[in-house]
Every structure is written in C-alpha cells, then in structure tokens.
C-alpha cells in the first residue's frame, strides 16, 4: 500500500529578529559568572531579545520577509495562522494582532494554534488539511515568541537558553510533488507541570497571583526524562508511516531545545552532526519560532533543497512530542 501523502508546497519563508544582541559574555556579567561560563554552560554565542517590540510586529516582520522573499502579494494571502507558543495578550488571537501590523486585506481571516514549541509543525500539518479541502488557497504561518519577556533570571538553567524572534512560511497545495509524508503529535499529560506559566488566565486570576507565577517555570531534568522515553517509539512511527528509514532524511530540522538536546538528538538518531539544521548558539531557544526558523535557514543556505526530504521534530510543553517528514 502507498503510504499517506498530503500534498503541501513551501513557496517562501522568512524570519525576524528583535534588535538587542545579547552576547554569552553580557551573560556572564549579569549572572555574575566567570569569562567563559555561559558558553561553556549553555553552548551560546548570542541570542536576540526584544527592547519594547511587539511580539505581534515582530511576526508581521517575518511576514513581510516571506512575502517579499517570495514575491507574493499581501493581498493573496486567504488565512493566517499564528503558530506562537505564548499569546501576546489573552484576548483577542495573536493572529489578529499579527493581521493588523502586516496589513494583509481586510477581512482576512485568521487564528491561533498553540502547541507550545511544536505548534509550527502543528500549524503546517492543520494548512495542509485546509488546503486539500480547497477552502482556501494560499496560507501564510507565522510563528513568534519573545521568550526573554518571561525568563526567571534567578534560575540559571532556564535563563541561559532562551532567545526571541519570528519566522513565516507561505504555503499552497502545490502540484502534489511536494508535502507531508508522516506526521505524529503526542501528549502525555503527566508532565503537564514540568514546564509551565501559571497566571495571566482563568487558573490565576490576577490578585490570587504570585511574581514567580507570571514567569516560565521548567523542571528540565523530567522533561528530559519523559521525552526521551516516548521519542523512539515516535520516531518508529514516523519512519514506519513513510515506509522509509533515516537514511532516507536529507536533513533533520530540530527544535533548537537546549545544547544538550542538540547533542543527544545527534547521538539517539545515529547521523552526523552536519545532518541536523543547528541554529542554536546563534539564536538560542526561540519557543514556537524555533523550528520555522531553522526551516528557513536551512532554504536560504542551502542546507535544504526543492525534492529533499526534511524531518521536522521536537518537545514541548504538556509535554508533547511531535514529528513530521516532508519533501520539500
């Protein structure tokens, strides 16, 4: 039997940047650390933070960079999807934020999906669906999170790894040479509280709340622990879906977790280094935005090509693991 195909064509991407440059030796200062420490700690060269930018603007940036990448009108976009980990306000969507600052036509529709660091890969699969059922035509994605508005710099392994930034992709149901060949999404509720915010909602209404509970709270050693027990039997089932084995991957697009997730991913899938879209001394742990900007270094390197096939992969908050094998 031919293994499942959804036809999905990547026909631009692009990504933003905030304008603060943090070095690991700024790190090092602020932390109180000796020269050397947060690098050696962290694998950091720099990341971005945000000043007073909007997570919303930022998106619209990413946006904008895809369209004109791409040489794409605004005007054809027919549905946004915003695929950050973190809202920018409870109400309403970051998506019709996003909407405002890019200044897509009016009346455009437009929504959230929240996967926590997997969403974007959420987002594209749910864009694939949307375009098979012709409902719609041309999709814009757009993953943004400014994770340094909620980092808890009295907890240095959490401080370390974050950066800010955005990325969009531009996507259509293509010729059907192109698309999703497996996809996979896991949840296992247990760890539901290994990485969390707790206030700013209906839990922790504002007066009931405490400082510590408007900050990303992460037990990273549990999540550690359940994500590498599920992620075999994830991975099986991807490549098993396909009907294809790692050989077959031209390149694995990671959510860029930590330098040790880097590493260990290396090690449990057995491939080279130069195999896997690393991205994370340059950018650190963007949420959501990690995977879509990995994605699109990779297409403006070179590291990713038309007719290659790509596997997108990684952990998140719930905690959920999730995968994807697409030909690009």
Same mark, same amino acid.
């Given at each position: 039997m031919k %293994? %499942?195909?959804l036809p999905v064509s990547i026909v631009s991407s692009g990504k933003a940047l905030p304008g603060r440059k943090v070095t690991s030796s700024e790190? *090092? +200062?602020?932390? $109180?650390? $000796? %020269? !050397?420490w947060v690098r050696k700690r962290s694998g950091i060269d720099h990341r971005f933070h945000a000043n007073d930018e909007h997570q919303s603007a930022v998106a619209a940036q990413a946006l904008n960079d895809a369209l004109a990448r791409g040489g794409i009108a605004a005007d054809s976009i027919d549905l946004l999807i915003c695929a950050s980990g973190v809202q920018e306000q409870q109400l309403p969507s970051t998506a019709a934020l996003v909407l405002d600052c890019a200044r897509l036509r009016a009346g455009t529709p437009g929504f959230d999906v929240n996967a926590s660091c997997i969403s974007f890969p959420v987002a594209l699969h749910l864009a694939a669906s949307l375009l098979n059922t012709s409902a719609y035509r041309r999709i814009a994605i757009v993953a943004s999170d400014l994770a340094s508005r909620g980092i808890d710099w009295s907890n240095a392994e959490t401080s370390l790894i974050f950066g800010d930034g955005a990325a969009a992709v531009i996507v259509e149901r293509g010729d059907g040479s192109t698309g999703i060949e497996a996809y996979r999404l896991r949840t296992y509720p247990e760890g539901k509280a290994y990485c969390e915010i707790r206030a700013g909602t209906s839990r922790t209404p504002r007066l009931g709340a405490q400082p510590a509970d408007f900050l990303f709270q992460m037990d990273g050693k549990r999540v550690f622990r359940l994500a $590498? $027990?599920?992620m075999e039997g994830l991975l099986s089932e991807l490549l098993g879906e396909a009907g294809l084995s790692? !050989?077959?991957? *031209? +390149?694995?697009?990671p959510h860029q977790a930590s330098h040790l997730g880097m590493r260990h991913l290396a090690e449990r899938l057995r491939i080279p280094a130069s195999q896997i879209v690393d991205i994370y001394a340059t950018h650190g742990n963007q949420v959501a935005a990690s995977i879509p900007t990995a994605l699109h270094e990779a297409f403006?390197?070179? &590291? +990713? #090509? #038309? !007719?290659? &096939?790509?596997?997108?992969i990684g952990t998140a908050a719930g905690v959920s693991v999730g995968g994807m094998i697409l030909t690009v």
């Open positions: %293994p %499942p195909f790190l *090092d +200062a602020r932390l $109180s650390k $000796s %020269p !050397g $590498s $027990s599920v790692l !050989g077959d991957i *031209d +390149a694995v697009v403006i390197t070179g &590291r +990713a #090509r #038309r !007719g290659q &096939r790509l596997m997108l």
